[in-house]
């Protein structure tokens, strides 16, 4: 009895039954798979790292704060292996390094340095029977245990997988509980990327699988428009992408590994699917829209590493208007008639104007501008209070209206960084919070280490995005350093909705509780809730 219980056991090891496709949904044209969306956490595992576009985007939205990448794998490429493998690991390993250099040196951040997977195939038993294949134990394998294993089945680890799926199916192998807790996304498995068939056998029969282009490529989906990344930032990444799309083997390969990815980002870039070979989704010929993930890619990549042109670094102020009562209108009316008009004209940039009403005053008014430096401000704002129109406009504003404003405050902003635009939201304006944080004296580097990293993707989770944060000249009046932050929500009633959800967040309780061991950080916070004006840039 024991007897036949085990080969029962073995036979269903051997063949596993387990095996289920996706639960999704296709409507309005957009393909959604229950449990996956933007706030997932996602790991990366490709072979090749510069013959392809789409990780340059992955790190691109991390860098946003617009995914949780938790890890990059590299795994060796096995095509060819039954003669020796085409390609050698040391190869790999120096794309993937350049490609960080090259995000590094653009200004991206929150990119987990890669780690390596598998540098063997794997190979079937001859009694096929899954739990006797040998496999690598590597950082790689190791590292997709550990993140699946914080995943759970509702919202599971996403894996991205450009070349083969050794290092994932090895993960299995190592740690067989987390086949619930994650779902694979692979590109052209039965193909280049299939080469180990049998990792791909595994993966396929134990997660929840995802393929793209079974049976096709992207020389048969729509077409390549290389010109259209010359208007990408300038900058060693983006420059690179730029050289990428014009070569030969840009124009074979395109968008890569990204399909999907793209797809989990803006839904409509794939918008129907089929099953595969019973054991999971593929997307048919048709189910692409090659525009749409364009579009993604650029207006991704067009938003961050931006590299200031010579002259000095970025230079932001931030200027808040106290208001004499009832004179909002007034000082509104001179800004949007007067001042921005003649702001543009002389090449002063205005990030946005914004107002946060009171009720025993007239409010404030609040806008911040920027320059290539502190020179170039000065310089531009010296010609602004000279220019004739200005001065026409203002000495008819005080005529109308007599004493508009009651004092002002000004923060030069030399250091920090601009996040990118607000995400577009179905043509309507946001609702901003200001906060000006007074940072404990030695803890300056802490704070902005701590919100960049991880203060900015786990807000972006709850509903707030980072526009951009900077670190004032001034000290407060208790001679403590000034933290800036501009946060964008959807509305003044949901930001201290998303902001409670955000302490309550349990990674950013661990992360709180690990980085003030030696002290608080922070000592207070002042908030400004606003509303964008009409004229604001920044809606």
Known sequence: MNRLLLQLLVLLWAVPSWAVIPAHTVQDGMVRIRGVGPDNPILYDNDFWTDIPDAAYLWAKASLGEARLVGNVITRCTYGWAEGYAHGLPQQREAAARLMRLAKESGLRNIPEPVVGSTEVLRKPANGVVSETRFERTAGSALIVSEAGKATPEKPLLVFVGGSCTTLASAFLEQPSITNRVVVFQVDGGGYNGS????????????????????????????????????????????????????????????????????????????????????????????????????????????????????????????????????????????????????????????????APGTTNGGTFTYMVSARSREELARLEKLFGSDPEFRKGYAASEARHGRTVDGIASLALP??????????????????????????????????????????????RHGLHCVGWWIAESKDAAGRDQFVCLLAGESLESIPKSIAAFHADPEWRRVESETERGGKLREGVVVHRLLPTDFSALK
């Open 415 to 460: 250091t920090g960084e601009m996040a990118g635009p607000v995400p577009e939201s179905a043509g309507k304006t946001h609702a901003f919070a200001l906060r000006i944080y007074s940072v404990v004296p030695g803890k300056l580097d802490a704070f902005r280490d701590r919100w960049r990293d991880f203060a900015v993707p786990i807000y972006r």
């Open 196 to 355: 180990d068939r049998w990792a791909w056998d595994i993966a396929m029969r134990h997660f929840r699988f995802v393929n793209w282009a079974q049976g096709y490529f992207w020389d048969k989906v729509g077409e390549w428009h290389p010109e259209r990344f010359a208007g990408l930032p300038k900058n060693p990444l983006c420059d690179f992408l730029r050289e990428y799309s014009a070569t030969d083997l840009g124009r074979a390969n395109r968008w890569g590994d990204g399909a999907w990815l793209f797809q989990l980002f803006t839904p409509g870039c794939i918008t129907a699917v089929e099953e595969h070979d019973g054991l999971g989704l593929t997307v048919p010929l048709g189910g692409n829209v090659p525009s749409a993930m364009e579009a993604e890619f650029l207006r991704t990549l067009g938003r961050v590493g931006r590299v200031p042109e010579p002259g000095g670094a970025g230079h932001h102020e931030l200027r808040i208007y106290n208001v004499s009562s009832n004179k909002m209108e007034a000082v509104l009316e001179r800004f949007r008639g007067t001042v921005e008009p003649v702001r543009r004209r002389l090449g002063i940039e205005t990030v946005g104007c914004w107002t």
